[in-house]
């Protein structure tokens, strides 16, 4: 193994114990976690409430995949069914994949990217965590006084007429969009101002270049949702035609205005999902990333992108046949971005020193299931494939092929990489390696088996079945008990790493970018001394990593 020099930029000590103090030990009790202002500690506080948002939405799925075992009822009804899925789709979309990367990881490792001491608004940082939890708990409200049956999009007019809890879990997710909008604004002040001297525009991290294109669009596209859920509020309680035809209301309004935010924040869960493979996939080729710039800007393509094609959802809702024959041309253009990252990533991985740890695994994964997802888009993209496979089981597996196999996969491999970072401490690379064996396998059982239901006409959203889809259903169900394990292992191995996993050291993948260069887990303020782009890790011009 080639010797790698770590330029250490912050080893603060303790003058009784000697012991390296870090933002997990230098102060303690619940008010220093509850009323911190450190970028670090508020990253762990999103990971905790996210990663509850997702043990409670893997629930609700795996109820799901239980009653579809077999065609006739197993153990709910029709009308707690359609609570399941709606719970569902809704815990997973607003409170987990959305946040996720950004608040969590991007708030944990961002600031350290770029040699910042901190976000720019450390008290809107901790502002934004606590409107997260106020708009979560009216959504827990909603799951515990009754539910709501809508569906995660809550289209109108069913949304205005039924007797659930809508109200509740609508606000719920209106409150949800503030924290997104504060930390998309924080995001893009940070990046602009407090960048290390030296570190240009063209020197950052890829993972802070898809941080900033998703700011923008948290930005832009979030009040969009806001205005169009506070009118279907309106309209449930002051009876305001707005969306219900019944009371002079237009309910494609509401699909144009929930689709308009919806195709956006689809980028706004993948893209910094990208930015994380690029990352990864850099430190664990031990190349510099094929393609630097073509990659950035890719971002800030999609992000563009992905305002222009949200009418691709509502080729059957009525609209001009001429509208859909444009949203369907611009939807293939969409793929051209995101062609151009894979291709980089494929070129960066030519020739390189891969080193297949736990890491590079959940990339592998993403590299094969988001290219089914994409492609899968590209076909549904297409007026007449699309009218033939719409509202069929294809959309839900495309649909998790793009969130669970890009995003979700881009989480856990920046969760192993990051993991080292925040405590110090590795994981089992042992039983890592079968999780992601487990929950690749499981994956595909579920997912790609619904695609195949979907080209035979099985309709989405259906409790009950007909006798011949029973074999390709409980094949399906299968696989997602085969993922939950491959779930429960890996909460168990990195809660395990964090008490008795071994010492990290400061950089266990000989990465080059800041973060790395500092002890594990970071100091509270970062930074001893103001780090130097010029002459530091991550000059792509002047420093090439060295093959392992």
């Known amino acids: 193994m080639a010797e790698h020099k770590v330029k250490v930029y912050s080893t603060k000590t303790c003058p009784w114990c000697h012991k390296v103090k870090d933002f997990l030990n230098e102060k303690k009790g619940w ?31 795996i109820g799901l995949r239980l009653e579809l075992f077999s065609p006739e009822r197993v153990f709910m009804g029709a009308e707690m069914y359609n609570q ?37 608004f450390p008290r809107l940082n901790l502002a934004s965590w606590y409107i997260y939890i ?5 959504a827990v409200y909603a799951i515990v006084s009754g539910g709501v049956d809508t569906g995660w999009t809550f289209y109108s007019p069913y949304s205005v007429k039924t007797s659930t809890h809508v109200i509740p879990m609508v606000f719920g997710v209106f409150v949800l969009g503030f924290s997104s909008i504060l930390t998309g604004l924080n995001f893009i002040v940070t990046i602009h101002k407090l960048r290390a001297p030296g570190m240009t525009w063209f020197k950052m991290p890829l993972f802070v270049w898809s941080l900033y294109a998703t700011a923008i669009l948290q930005v832009l596209a979030t009040p969009i949702l806001a205005i169009t859920l506070l009118l279907l509020i309106v309209e449930r309680t002051a009876g305001i035609g707005i969306f219900d035809p019944a009371m002079g209301g237009d309910p494609v309004l509401f699909q144009h205005f ?9 980028y706004i869960m993948i893209l910094p999902g990208m930015g994380i493979i690029s990352e990864v996939i850099s430190a664990m080729c031990h190349k510099k990333i094929f393609g630097y710039k073509a990659i950035a800007f890719s971002s800030l393509g999609i992000a563009f992108m992905s305002f222009l094609v949200w009418g691709h959802h509502m080729f059957l809702s009525g609209q001009s046949e001429y509208s ?23 070129a960066t991985m030519y020739r390189g020193s891969i080193d297949l740890r736990a890491p590079m695994l959940y990339v592998l994964s993403f590299l094969f299931l988001f290219s089914i997802g994409g492609l899968t888009g590209i076909f549904l993209g297409a007026l007449s494939v699309d009218i033939h496979l719409h509202d069929t089981y294809f959309i839900v597996a495309h649909f998790h092929y793009v969130m669970v196999g890009g995003t979700v996969m881009a989480i856990l491999a920046g969760i192993h990489y990051w993991w080292p970072k ?77 008490f008795k996993g071994k010492p990290a050291g400061s950089n266990p993948w000989l990465a080059l970018t800041f973060e790395w260069q500092m002890t594990s887990p970071p100091p509270t303020g970062n930074f001893d001394k103001v780090p130097d782009a010029v002459n530091g890790p991550y000059d792509y011009d002047k420093i090439e990593a060295k093959n392992v």
């Open 31 to 61: 008010k220093s976690w509850f009323l911190t202002f450190d970028h670090k500690r508020i990253g762990l506080l999103y990971f905790y409430s996210i990663s509850t948002a997702f043990i409670l939405g893997g629930i609700f799925a």
């Open 422 to 498: 925040m405590w110090g401490r590795m994981y089992s690379e042992f039983w890592a390696r079968i999780c992601a064996i487990l929950i690749f396998v499981g994956f595909n059982m579920t997912f790609f088996t619904q695609f195949i239901l979907g080209n035979h006409g099985m309709p989405r959203r259906y409790y009950t079945y007909p006798d011949l889809y029973q074999g390709l259903h409980g094949f399906s169900s299968v696989g997602s008990l085969v993922m939950a394990l491959g779930f429960v292992i890996m909460g168990v191995y990195l809660v395990h790493a964090v």
């Open 84 to 120: 399941f899925f709606t719970l569902h789709g809704a815990i997973m979309i607003f409170l987990f994949i959305i946040p996720s990367i950004p608040a969590a990881l991007g708030n944990f490792v961002m600031p350290l990217m770029i040699g910042a001491k901190d976000v720019a």
């Open 324 to 346: 859909s024959m444009v949203f369907a041309f611009l939807t293939f253009f969409v793929g051209i971005p995101s062609g151009i990252k894979i291709f980089n990533w494929l």
């Open 258 to 266: 929930f689709w308009f935010y919806s195709h956006p924040a689809v």
């Open 134 to 138: 106020f708009g979560a708990c009216f």
